[in-house]
C-alpha cells in the first residue's frame, strides 16, 4: 500500500527557506504514471495547490508562488522535496504531498494518495 | 486561474438526510471535476472523479453530476461518519485549484 510522508522543520524564521521532503513508500517515484504534488492549508482555510513533479524532474508551479517555489525529485532515495523562499506568517500552514493519478482514460487527473500533512509555522 | 465556488458554506443535516452540495466554476471545465472528503487533522480524500466517477472504496450512498461549469456532490442517505468538510478541485488546467469547502455537521 502506497504511503506518502512529509518531514521537515515545523518552525521556520520570517525571509527564510522552507524545506520539506516527502517520503514514498509502497511503490516507485519513477513510474510514468503518476506526477507528485505539494498542497497547502492555512489553519481553518481551503486548500491551494503548490506545484507538481514527474519523475523525470519536469515541473508545473502556482503561478502565485512560482517565484520563491522550486520542487525537486530524488528517485534513487523515493524522494520528492519543496524549497520554498522569502517566508512570511502567510505560509504558515499544513503542508501535504500526495500522487497526481490519471483514470483510465488518461485525461482525468486528482489526487489519490496523501500524506499525513506537516505544520509548518512561520515565526521569529 | 479558474475560480471554485461553493453552497452552501456549510450545512447541518440529520443522519438518513440526502445533501446536496454544490460547485460552480468561473469558466467550462468540462468534467474535469473532483471531490474531495476532509475530516478534522487528517488529510483528504478523494470520493469522486471526472465529475461523477466513484474512487474505489468510496461508498455508493456519493455520487457527483454535471458538467461545464455546475456541478453537484450528492450524499444519498448521511451517516455519522460522513460529518467532515466537502472540497471540489478543478483539474482542467494548472493551477489546480479547490473550491472554499462545504461543513457538513450535525443538526
Known amino acids: 500500500q502506497l504511503q506518502l510522508q512529509e518531514s521537515g522543520p515545523g518552525l521556520v524564521k520570517p525571509s527564510e527557506t522552507l524545506s520539506l521532503t516527502c517520503s514514498v513508500s509502497?511503490?516507485?517515484?519513477?513510474?510514468?504514471?503518476?506526477?507528485w504534488g505539494w498542497i497547502r492549508q492555512p489553519p481553518g482555510k481551503g486548500l491551494e495547490w503548490i506545484g507538481n513533479?514527474?519523475?523525470?524532474?519536469?515541473?508545473y508551479y502556482n503561478p502565485s508562488l512560482k517565484s520563491r517555489v522550486t520542487i525537486s525529485v530524488e528517485t534513487s532515495k523515493n524522494q520528492f522535496s519543496l524549497k520554498l523562499s522569502s517566508v512570511t506568517a502567510a505560509d504558515t500552514a499544513e503542508y501535504y504531498c500526495?500522487?497526481?493519478?490519471?483514470?483510465?482514460?488518461?485525461?482525468?487527473?486528482?489526487?489519490?494518495?496523501w500524506g499525513q500533512g506537516t505544520l509548518v509555522t512561520v515565526s521569529s | 486561474d479558474i475560480q471554485m465556488t461553493q453552497s452552501p458554506s456549510s450545512l447541518s443535516a440529520s443522519v438518513g438526510d440526502r445533501v446536496t452540495i454544490t460547485c460552480r466554476a468561473s469558466?467550462?471545465?468540462?468534467?474535469?471535476l473532483n471531490w474531495y472528503q476532509q475530516k478534522p487533522g487528517k488529510a483528504p480524500k478523494v470520493l469522486i472523479y471526472?465529475?461523477?466517477s466513484l474512487q474505489s472504496g468510496v461508498p455508493s450512498r456519493f455520487s457527483g453530476s454535471g458538467s461545464g461549469t455546475d456541478f453537484t456532490l450528492t450524499i444519498s442517505s448521511l451517516q455519522p461518519e460522513d460529518f467532515a468538510t466537502y472540497y471540489c478541485?478543478?483539474?482542467?488546467?494548472?493551477?489546480?485549484?479547490f473550491g472554499p469547502g462545504t461543513k457538513v455537521d450535525i443538526k
Open positions: 513533479i514527474y519523475y523525470s524532474g519536469s515541473t
Open positions: 509502497g511503490g516507485s517515484i519513477s513510474s510514468r504514471s503518476y506526477y
Open positions: 500526495a500522487r497526481e493519478t490519471r483514470d483510465s482514460s488518461g485525461y482525468y487527473q486528482y489526487f489519490d494518495s
Open positions: 471526472a465529475a461523477i
Open positions: 478541485q478543478q483539474s482542467y488546467s494548472t493551477p489546480f485549484t
Open positions: 469558466q467550462s471545465i468540462s468534467t474535469y
